[in-house]
């Protein structure tokens, strides 16, 4: 198996040539899996590939909304419950986050969606003014706003000293397509004002540790770290996370970065790697088998 640390991304024509390394994958869905209008069938076809080999599969998503929403939505675009053993979200390790404040008032930004983030939580909703800390989801529009829309806003909450809880660390997603903010490029521009953010997603420890631990009650038995790959499309949460727990990291290039590497040849590709905060063991254009 490639090194973690390597001179330079092997391509992978298919997940098939290197299945025999790993016992556990962690996969991003958004991006990977489908692209918030469809799911892509040979993503679909190699994780249950993955299975049938005796790979674990926990899918792993920055999405700000619990397990059971996620799992709805993937049958709604036809994924079947066979291409995954367990779905772990940055609302499951959010929502733990919120219940460690549990009575204290919340401020909420994002849009009405992600109400079931919040379901069953002690998190009274209160004004501006009345918070004592704030819980971002994302915006309120994604199709037409951006973090600088709430430059006003966050920096209150920075005056104030208020901590932000960020339920999902993507700057970015694509959807159908098209490129729209998240998150986490709110919470990145309420830092650059000074304010602490905790996130609660990819790349941080807590998802994983929630990953690590259905991947373990599915196994009966820990899997060692050399053992793990981590599949996404984002070098700044999914190649970071896969590094930071000692997981190989796998990218697939047609997600948020496909604008600069698509059309790119493998040398442009390399290039482009190498000028990244991390960079993946190997790399393809799609997950395929």
Same mark, same amino acid.
């Given at each position: ?10 391509? @992978? ?47 792993? &998503? ?27 979200? *940055? ?29 069953? @939580? ?14 971002? &989801? ?31 660390? /993507? ?65 700044? &949460? ?26 790119? *040849?493998? /040398? ?5 790697? *190498?000028?990244? *905060? ?12």
């Amino acid at each position: 198996m490639l090194p973690l640390k390597t001179a330079a991304t092997l391509p @992978l024509p298919g997940f098939a040539q290197i299945a025999d390394d790993f016992d556990l994958c962690l996969c991003d869905i958004w991006g990977v899996v489908h692209n918030g209008g469809a799911a892509f069938g040979a993503a679909v076809e190699a994780l249950m590939a993955m299975r049938e080999r005796g790979i674990t599969v926990v899918l792993v &998503t920055n999405a700000p909304r619990p397990q059971f929403e996620i799992q709805r939505q993937l049958e709604g675009f036809g994924v079947p419950q066979a291409a995954w053993d367990a779905i772990v979200t *940055s609302g499951d390790a959010c929502r733990a986050l919120i219940q460690e404040r549990a009575g204290q008032p919340m401020f909420r930004l994002g849009p009405d969606r992600d109400l079931p983030l919040i379901a069953g @939580l002690d998190a009274p909703e209160v004004g501006v003014g009345e918070a004592a800390y704030v819980l971002c &989801t994302g915006l309120r529009d994604d199709e037409t706003e951006t973090a600088a829309t709430y430059a006003d806003l966050l920096a209150g909450f920075a005056a104030r000293g208020l901590e932000m809880i960020c339920a999902n660390p /993507d700057l970015v997603v694509e959807r159908g397509g098209r490129i729209v903010p998240c998150a986490g490029s709110v919470a990145l521009a309420y830092e650059e004002l000074g304010g602490k953010v905790v996130y609660a997603g990819k790349p941080h420890p807590p998802i994983y540790e929630r990953a690590f631990a259905l991947a373990q009650a599915r196994r009966g038995a820990p899997v060692a770290r050399e053992r793990v790959c981590a599949i996404g499309d984002a070098i700044r &949460t999914d190649i970071a996370g896969a590094h930071a727990i000692g997981a190989t990291g796998i990218m697939v290039l047609a997600g948020i970065h496909a604008q600069d590497l698509m059309a790119a *040849s493998w /040398d442009e590709r390399h290039g482009w790697l *190498s000028r990244q *905060s991390h960079r993946p063991a190997y790399a393809m254009p799609h997950l395929v088998w």
